[in-house]
């Protein structure tokens, strides 16, 4: 039965054991009793004279077993089992304290289902959320925790659940947020918790730790007496009159989920059901919630496969890389590259200053071996290729023929007036002067220019190279002259280091006549390896640098082309 006096709860069936509503609501307690002995019992008695009354409350269930007071009452019973009227997680929380405080819904908050830490996260949440609305609503409003020592424990460190539990047991009062402990094991509860409590309900307890706090808390005799209470008897205490009585507490009137092993294995009774226009606020949040989520994993899932995009598209990129250097290298080796490196292997390989007229003189072992002789009209296809080098301004030769590579390069670089290239041929007193090394510099006139000074050829270089060979032997050949006639004309031409009268060249190689000299001269120029020019002093002759050059291009060309094809 409902108290009669709307501003006491009775706890007893005889209605003698009166409790102050607002105390319930409002302060602090704590029920405690080994398990069978009585203490759900007492907070459902609890629960009912103030739902009797009207009065809102949350109850912290930690097994499931609040749910029978819908039995008679509309209580919200919200947690995370289907069988609760709505699924609910922290983003719930306002709502739920909304519901409680201003709306005056009784709840039931069931953590008895809720995965890992899912229990404690829900009740911080809530707790919090009505601490905070209570500093505004000042509802007087009863929070119950069940097995409170799992929340607030005597020994350990506290959870945010825990601090904000301890948070309304110290501060709530003033707020109008009442709060009731429950705990088969008072020696488990954080003592300062329950030494602060405004009443107390000690049923049944035997453990000696138990009897102990029960003998710290009030005394021995009490410590005793607990002992031997019998379900639902207690040792009741209330600051509010001072007073310490030993109470039996009446049964509760609604369903006993206590005694059932879980929500779905019960004969359930009938069960009031809460508003449609309550759970809609709530579930409007699940369903927000779900689309929150719903977004968030086809997002992740976006996220996911555009990584997978990119990753994919980074391996295109790397391979287009690779093939992108490949077509590089190709072209390198089709162009300039494989002539530089063809250079530096020459350079690498040659001594200039070794190269003997000897050498000149030695077997012939440049003719094409597959017939593709060099000929006049190959060199002219590659001539205009390198034409650009014969604009050297102070192309010298050195004391042995050879060509400074860097001197030559600067010089190269330097001459950017195509009216200084043009005057190539004339002699430069300040090269001259400028490296003591050199002996001559470019006469001018035909075999004035150094073939190549870019690369450090010097004209022995040049005409040692196979090609040229086969260009004098091919000479030596179209003449009736001795078969080193030709070989001793440029080895004539190269050891003077520029043009020769055609006198000279008679007295040097030996001939009937200079008709003879003129015969070869012709026959070589018209291989490219020297040129005419007549003077003032005669005809002279001298090493042709261009032809050379376009022997030379030719035939690093063949090769190149030739190791590309060995490559393929
Ligand atoms: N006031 C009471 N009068 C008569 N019997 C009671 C009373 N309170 C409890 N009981 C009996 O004791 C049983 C256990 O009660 P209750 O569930 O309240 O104990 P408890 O201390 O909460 O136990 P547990 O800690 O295991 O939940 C009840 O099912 C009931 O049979």
């Not at 602090?28 to 759900?40: N, P």
């Not at 209570?134 to 799992?150: D, I, K, M, S, T």
């Not at 990129?317 to 590089?328: K, P, T, Y």
Request: hydrophobic share 35%.
């Amino acid at each position: 039965m409902a108290s009669e006096d709307a501003e006491t709860v009775t706890l007893d069936a005889a209605g003698e054991v009166r409790i102050p509503t607002i105390e319930l609501l409002t302060g602090r307690g704590f029920v405690t009793g080994k398990s069978g002995g009585g203490k759900s019992n007492t907070a459902s008695v609890v629960a009912e004279e103030l739902l009797d009354d009207g009065h809102p409350l949350m109850i912290v269930d930690t097994d499931g077993e609040y749910y029978g007071l819908k039995e008679r009452y509309e209580v919200l019973h919200a947690g995370a089992d289907d069988e609760c009227d709505v699924q609910v997680g922290t983003e719930h929380a306002d709502k739920l304290a909304e519901l409680a405080l201003d709306g005056g819904v009784p709840v039931i908050l069931d953590v008895s289902a809720y995965l890992d830490d899912g229990g404690h996260d829900i009740v911080r949440a809530t707790v919090e959320a009505l601490f905070r609305r209570e500093q505004e609503a000042r509802r007087p409003f009863l929070l119950l925790v069940e097995e409170v020592h799992e929340f607030i424990p005597e020994s350990g460190g506290l959870t945010e659940a825990g601090k904000m539990l301890v948070r309304v047991a110290k501060r709530g009062r003033k707020r109008g947020l009442g709060f009731c402990g429950i705990s088969q094991r008072p020696a488990n509860v954080k003592k300062d918790v329950i030494t602060q409590c405004d009443w107390l309900c000690w049923h049944r307890l035997t453990w000696n730790n138990d009897t102990a706090v029960v003998g710290r808390v009030l005394d021995n005799q009490a410590a005793e007496a607990v002992q031997n209470l019998a379900d639902g008897e207690a040792i009741l205490v209330t600051d509010w009159d001072g007073t310490r009585r030993r109470v039996q507490v009446r049964r509760k009137r609604t369903f006993d989920a206590g005694s059932t092993p879980g929500l779905g294995d019960v004969d359930r009774p009938e069960l009031k059901s809460i508003g449609e226009g309550l759970l809609g606020d709530l579930t409007e949040i699940s369903d927000q919630k779900r689309e929150h989520e719903n977004r968030l994993a086809k997002l992740e899932a976006d996220l996911e496969s555009k990584n997978e995009r990119i990753a994919e598209l980074e391996r295109e990129l790397s391979r287009a890389r690779d093939l992108s250097e490949m077509a590089e290298q190709f072209t390198r080796a089709l162009t300039g590259d494989a002539v530089s490196s063809a250079s530096q292997r020459t350079r690498s390989a040659d001594d200039p200053t070794h190269h003997e007229l000897g050498d000149f003189e030695a077997t012939d072992e440049g003719a094409d071996g597959d017939g593709t002789a060099d000929t006049p009209t190959d060199d002219a296809s590659t001539g205009d290729a390198t034409s650009s080098d014969n604009t050297d301004t102070a192309a010298t030769t050195d004391i042995a023929g050879t060509v400074d590579a860097d001197n030559a390069l600067d010089t190269d670089e330097g001459s950017e007036d195509p009216a200084t290239d043009e005057a190539a041929g004339e002699p430069s007193s300040e090269a001259g002067e400028a490296d003591p090394i050199r002996v001559a510099d470019d006469p001018g006139g035909p075999g004035g220019s150094n073939p190549d000074p870019a690369d450090g050829r010097s004209y022995a270089d040049l005409l040692d190279m196979d090609v040229v060979r086969h260009e004098v032997q091919q000479a030596e050949d179209h003449s009736r002259a001795s078969p080193t006639y030709a070989k001793g004309i440029i080895a004539t031409l190269i050891d003077e280091g520029g043009p020769v009268s055609q006198r000279t060249l008679l007295s040097r190689v030996g001939g009937s006549s200079t008709d003879e000299v003129t015969t070869m001269a012709t026959t070589l120029e018209a291989m490219r390896t020297v040129e005419k020019e007549h003077t003032d002093e005669g005809l002279m002759i001298g090493i042709d640098p261009d032809g050379v050059r376009e022997l030379r291009e030719t035939s690093l060309g063949r090769e190149r082309t030739r190791s590309l094809a060995d490559g393929f």
